[in-house]
């Protein structure tokens, strides 16, 4: 039922963050999101009418949405590199 194990999340924390229990900085939360997100777009492929799975998804969009943007005022080469590791498109 879990779509992601805790050795999967560490890891993801690992790449992104500075160690495998940075849960904070923005690059494991929008990583964290990203792989969410991509999860729940592949489920409602299969479920085209499962609409609370698609509302779930337009908010977590709308968190990582929220959290490019601080990141992008913050430090742009951080939102650049964590954009281009991630491949969005923006």
Known sequence: ??????????????????SETDTGSYESQVALFTERI???????KEHKKDFSTERALLRIVGKRRRL???????????YR??????????
């Not at 490019?68 to 951080?78: F, G, P």
């Not at 590199?81 to 923006?90: E, F, G, N, P, T």
């Open 38 to 44: 991509q999860h729940l777009t592949s489920h409602l």
């Open 68 to 78: 490019l943007n601080k990141l992008k005022k913050e430090d742009i080469e951080r």
């Open 81 to 90: 590199k964590l954009i281009a590791d991630l491949k969005l498109r923006r």
């Open 1 to 18: 039922m879990n779509y992601l194990t805790t050795e999967d999340k560490q890891k993801i924390f690992k790449k992104y963050g500075t």
